[in-house]
């Protein structure tokens, strides 16, 4: 389906160049410029989710059946780790959906995979292709700078071996080529086929652009979800529901079979140390950053300590192996009863913005004004953004999110427009807060009954006698 909010500017990246949000996601970009070259016969939204996210989807669970099977040396256990991690609620909601996380856990989980090859082997190739792997995944989202401890990590433990100059020039090269991604990202700033941008300003300034991929917009999230516990409930929320009345004492089980191969000093703990600690590298960030009910941000966490629990459970009993084949078999039945409960509740999902384009052909002609400003809420607009590069919603009139609307009615005269769905004459006390000339009136709007989208026009007048500023 068009899905809503950031996830429908994704999906719009499979037919219009626009620029999403910040920190840019040039890789994504990237990804978008080839399937409008490839012009695939399928419906672009459909096309960008199943590349950026199915496809990573599946990546990832194929790089967890790899690392628990290297970790256990069983087989059933590889397979129940890649159904549990792949029907878990949070896992197979995202890898369904057009956005960057299902990307950034396959970016992950194959670096960790690769990492743990060369903790078993010491050839140098597949740390140097972790570090290749590592360096594109920037380009997907900058929150993967949390795996530089871990990398830290192997390197002191293996300096003989890695602290070598053509070792280091090579990584060097290959953290520069991952960093010009960015340079993609200043050029489409700076193309005219680029149709949109929701925060900046094109072309930008060398200071707007950096801004943009630092996110400074968002700088109010910045250290917040240390502010209150509601952060670390609603991760521990997520790690405890991912399979209810599973997940979670898998994954201390999974920490209590480390501390035992650790405490006994066991040369086989090394492997699900890497592939937790990846996970708890990442939890860092997600206490830190305030974005508490974006869950989305839980993957990267949710994903290792999963996987790498469930190996270190199958590790642990590797000294028993008709109770491991015995427990491997039960997690994968439950992964496998798990997957078809979570299938069922994603074929049963409707589509969210059908019929949207043909609310619009109702509403829009019966505006007070011939251009109107079509006042929505987030959700609603970037869907309605997708139709609107496509030339498939009435014209002329401005679309807007609520809080963008302040421009364009300065921009105005007559001030006049649609508010869609109705918000109870909130946004006409806006315009008169802001605009204390102005006195807004609401206009009735002719829909058919039960529409998903009620609607309200307006139209905004000079006061004759202004009303005086707070």
């Known amino acids: 389906m068009l899905n809503a909010g950031d996830s429908a500017k994704f999906q719009t990246l499979g037919h219009t160049s626009i620029l999403v949000h910040g920190p840019g996601y040039p890789l994504i970009l990237m990804l978008g410029s080839a399937v409008r070259t490839l012009s695939l016969p399928w419906e672009p939204w459909w096309v960008m989710t199943f590349l950026m996210a199915s496809v990573p989807g599946a990546v990832a669970n194929t790089m967890t059946f790899l690392i628990v099977g290297r970790l256990t040396r069983s087989v059933v256990f590889g397979l129940a780790a890649a159904m549990l991690l792949g029907s878990a609620g949070l896992m197979a909601v995202q890898s369904t959906e057009a956005e960057v996380y299902p990307l950034a856990l396959a970016f992950i989980l194959s670096t960790g995979f690769l990492l743990l090859r060369f903790i078993e082997t010491k050839q140098q190739g597949y740390f140097i292709t972790a570090c290749g792997v590592y360096a594109l995944s920037f380009g997907n989202h900058l929150m993967m700078i949390m795996m530089v401890p871990v990398f830290l990590w192997v390197t002191a433990a293996h300096f003989r071996i890695l602290l070598r100059p053509k070792t280091i020039v090579t990584v060097l090269l290959l953290i520069m080529a991952g960093a010009s991604q960015y340079l993609y990202l200043a050029w489409v700033t700076h193309m005219p086929t680029t149709a949109y941008s929701e925060y900046l300003p094109l072309p930008p300034t060398t200071s707007d652009l950096l801004s943009y991929i630092a996110g400074t917009y968002f700088s109010d999230l910045y250290g917040s979800g240390l502010a209150s516990t509601q952060t670390t409930e609603v991760l521990l929320n997520t790690l405890s529901f991912a399979h209810p009345r599973l997940s979670a004492p898998i994954i201390i089980a999974g920490i209590l079979a480390f501390a035992s191969g650790w405490w006994r000093r066991d040369a086989g703990w090394t492997g699900p140390a890497l592939i937790l600690g990846i996970g708890l590298a ?41 109770a491991r084949l015995s427990v491997g078999m039960i997690l994968l039945a439950f992964g496998v009863l798990r997957a078809g409960e979570m299938a069922g509740y994603l074929s049963a999902r409707e589509p969210v913005f059908d019929g949207l384009v043909e609310t619009l052909e109702v509403i829009v002609p019966q505006s007070p004004v011939d251009n109107p400003v079509v006042s929505m809420t987030y959700d609603m607009r970037m869907a309605t953004l997708y139709h609107e590069l496509l030339n498939e919603v009435p014209q002329p009139a401005s679309y807007r999110v609520t809080w963008r609307t302040a421009d364009e009615i300065a921009k105005r005269d007559p001030v006049g427009g649609l508010v869609v769905p109705t918000d109870g004459g909130q946004f006409l006390q806006w315009i008169e807060y802001r605009h204390p000339n102005l006195f807004c009136r609401t206009r009735p709007v002719e829909q058919q009954t039960g529409t998903r989208w009620p609607a309200y026009g307006f139209l905004c007048e000079e006061r004759a006698f202004p009303l005086a500023p707070d």
């Open 282 to 322: 990442f939890m860092p960030f997600i206490l830190w950053y305030g974005a508490y009910d974006i869950r989305a941000f839980h993957l990267p966490v949710l994903g290792p300590l999963l996987i790498g629990s469930i190996g270190a459970v199958g590790w642990f009993l590797a000294r028993w192996p008709k």
